[in-house]
């Protein structure tokens, strides 16, 4: 709805039209009434109105300043005034305010009013679906701008120059002058924890869109230019002319560092910047732009959120696993001990060791996979505990991490996890044949799971297994199936594009009807409504 604020020093005007126009009907919102000119400023820095409707005569301040006042708070301000007759001469000055509409008191009417405010209400509908389709319309030529440069810089960093001077020519077509001898410094960008980037923004399409977008926005260096490689690579160009007046170098990493700060603060996302040598050859900057995006080892042990040089980085030949025994040792004595500051210490002391060595990254990923897979078997088979465990997902996990810094805090978290959980063992220890209808009930959400079945696969008698289990976890064998399922399908809803029905189907339910239903009591709101509040 739009808003509206009406103005009058009478108070028999204010009541006339606050009671007599039917906002709602016309798709308005009455934000409030005040009775000077004063007031209604305050009013109108609060509320920001779309429509104003004001008398001219009031006190502390007139009508035609407080249009002017708030039109430089929003410019698409609707103004109508209401005049007495000699008030009149102050129409010219409402002209030049654009004043939309001007209406004599003397001859007031509700229906004069509402057949206004009807119309600037459409006036107001119109010009937001405009802009809504100049935005659209922005976002696609924005859009294939950056495809057509994300595919040009590919096609440069993958195939062979056989013709440096076709390709110079290329990279005038988008300003950057290489024929003519002006160096540029190249800086690789990565947005940090990108998996998880991804599921916030519903995919990396949408992620590549939103930092493109946000980094083309910020970044005010003139004449400096932004190539996309994927979703989870941007390679900037610098032009770096000769010069004694100003360091190059400090202007761009101030630039990047406060580039980096704003989009932490207003996108949370986390960014690194690494520059590489200055080129002012096509072939030289080719091979430092490929030098910087190979840096693997490099961009692993620099940390996150980083603007830094590019130096070359000389693993160790020593095999890490040496120490995996001592670690595992210690990584189990630490979920044992129930501590959470002793975990931090064990993973710090852990994190120094490991960038002493500077062992490859590949191995050091292999090592806390390795680790934890051992753990999570140890604790998930030996002590019969419950988990969703899920070894394909925790590989990809690890895989997707690029950082020392990123791994590190993840075994971390996982090992508190971990230590929370057996604790919880301790304190209630469940009877194996229940642990097992629990596992067996989360690997298998997606078939019909009755009781009596469950009990024979058991070999116990079905009430007696339901004594039992009521007894042992304070819930009905069917009210822990329905819970585990309505859980796994707040995360469908979550994490994927599934619809109602999809889900229903994937958790083994043939009426879509009574998943709802059964939803609705465990959440207390329908799946298309928890979908649209996460």
């Known amino acids: 709805m739009f808003k509206v604020l009406i103005a009058d020093d009478h108070y028999t005007v204010l009541d006339y039209l606050s009671a007599g126009i039917p906002w709602r009907n016309l798709g308005l919102e009455l934000a409030a009434v005040c009775s000077d000119g004063g007031q209604a400023w305050e009013a109108c820095q ?5 429509i104003l409707v004001t008398d001219i005569g009031m006190p502390v301040m007139d009508g035609l300043e407080l249009i002017e006042k708030v039109r430089a708070l929003n410019p698409r301000l609707k103004a109508v005034i209401l005049s007495c007759h000699e008030d009149f001469h102050y129409a010219q000055s409402a002209v030049k305010l654009n004043v939309s509409d001007y209406i004599l008191k003397e001859s007031l009417q509700i229906d004069q009013v509402v057949s206004v405010l009807g119309r600037l209400a459409n006036q107001l ?3 937001k679906r405009l802009e809504n389709d100049r935005n659209q319309l ?4 924005q859009q294939n701008l950056s495809a057509i440069r994300s595919r040009f810089i590919r096609k440069f960093l993958e195939q062979p120059v056989w013709n440096e001077a076709e390709w110079a020519n290329e990279f005038q077509n988008f300003g950057i002058l290489l024929s003519g001898g002006v160096p540029y410094l190249p800086v690789a960008a990565w947005p940090e924890r990108a998996a998880e980037l991804e599921i916030r923004f519903g995919g990396a399409v ?6 493109d977008n946000a980094l083309q926005e910020l970044v005010r260096l003139s004449e400096s230019f932004i190539f996309v490689l ?3 690579q941007y390679l900037f160009l610098f032009p770096f002319p000769h010069t004694l007046k100003r360091n190059l170098y400090e202007d761009v990493r101030e630039e990047l560092l406060r580039v980096q700060q704003q989009m932490y603060q207003h996108l949370r996302v986390g960014i690194s910047f690494v520059r590489g040598e200055v080129s002012g050859d096509l072939l030289q900057l080719k091979k430092e732009i490929q030098r910087l995006f190979d840096a693997k080892t490099f961009r692993f042990y620099a940390g996150e959120r980083i603007y830094a040089k590019m130096l070359p980085v000389e693993t160790t030949k020593e095999d890490i696993f040496l120490h995996y025994s001592k670690a595992l040792q210690e990584m189990k004595d630490c979920i044992v001990a129930g501590d959470k500051a002793r975990i931090s210490l064990a993973v710090k002391e852990w994190k120094k060791f490991i960038e002493s060595r500077v062992y490859p990254v ?5 090592w806390v996979l390795k680790m934890t897979m051992e753990l999570q078997l140890k604790y998930t088979v030996m002590q019969n505990f419950v988990t969703s465990f899920n070894t394909e997902m925790l590989q990809r996990k690890i895989a997707s991490i690029e950082t020392l810094d990123h791994l590190l805090e993840w075994l971390q978290a996982f090992l508190e996890k971990k230590s929370v959980e057996i604790e919880a063992l301790r304190e209630q220890t469940v009877r194996r044949e229940i642990a097992e209808a629990q596992r067996y009930v989360q690997i298998h959400t997606g078939e019909k799971i009755a009781m009596e079945e469950m009990a024979h696969r058991l070999n116990l008698n079905p009430s007696h297994f339901s004594r039992i289990f009521k007894q042992e976890t304070g819930e009905t064998f069917v009210e822990f199936v329905t819970r585990t399922k309505m859980e ?9 594009d599934l619809n109602v029905a999809e889900i229903s189907e994937q958790l083994g339910y043939e009426h879509t009807s009574y998943f709802i239903k059964l939803f609705r009591n465990f959440a207390g709101m329908s799946p298309n409504e928890f979908r649209k509040s996460i």
Not at 362 to 366: H, L, M, R
């Open 46 to 50: 609060l509320h920001r109105p779309d």
């Open 362 to 366: 590949e191995a050091v990923k292999c």
């Open 138 to 141: 922005q976002n696609v030529v």
């Open 230 to 232: 994927n979703e989870q």
């Open 125 to 127: 509908t119109e010009e």
């Open 206 to 211: 949408n992620m590549q869109f939103v930092i």
């Open 488 to 496: 796994r399908a707040q995360e469908l809803l979550n994490q994927s």
